[in-house]
């Protein structure tokens, strides 16, 4: 979900002056693959995640970041504590304070509120992902970019000036 956020701000942060390296979220993975990109976040250099590490590395934190919680998830966290990983909740709810810091799941009736909401939110973030996509597939621009060339022309730079090929471009 943090994702429909997180794309636009670096080439926001980058129209404000503050180099973030490469600021379109969809050329990220290309400039990192090149290998001349050092990721600055949030723009202060030296505070780099993924910094200067090849994209095998990178791969490689993202199989144990996320295949870790998803395999405790699968075996049963009950299972894990035979070889000293001790985590709360159970199967289907990992709980405990890391992942529900206000304690929503000893309120049954708002934990099921917030679960139903967390799912939505889910799933209106996957379309937005898919917008942010097609919208890049088709202009080959930054999402924030397109929304300025919209403001300065919305009668040329809009769906139908795209499909149309009179789009106008600043």
């Known amino acids: 979900m943090l994702a429909a956020i997180g794309c636009p701000i670096p080439e926001l942060l980058d129209l404000n002056g503050i180099n973030v390296g ?11 693959l090149q290998g001349d990109l050092t990721l600055n976040w949030g723009g202060i250099e030296g505070f780099r ?19 870790g919680p998803e395999y405790a998830r699968q075996v049963g966290i009950k299972s894990l504590e035979p ?10 709810y990992p709980g405990g304070v890391p992942f529900d810091p206000l304690g929503y799941s000893s309120r049954p009736d708002a934990f099921v509120d ?17 917008g942010y996509f097609v919208q890049a597939a088709v202009t080959r621009r930054g999402l924030v970019q397109n929304v300025l060339d919209f ?17 106008h471009t600043v």
Request: with cysteine; net charge positive.
């Open 22 to 32: 490469e600021p379109v979220w969809w050329k990220v993975g290309a400039a990192k």
């Open 49 to 67: 995640i993924a910094g200067k590490q090849g994209i095998g590395i990178i791969a490689a934190c993202q199989v144990v970041l996320m295949g």
């Open 83 to 92: 070889v000293g990983v001790f985590l709360p909740g159970d199967q289907n």
């Open 114 to 130: 917030q679960a139903v909401k967390e799912i939505k939110n889910g799933r209106i973030a996957m379309i937005a992902m898919l």
């Open 151 to 167: 403001v300065a022309d919305p009668l040329h730079n809009n769906v139908l000036g795209y499909l149309t090929g009179t789009a």
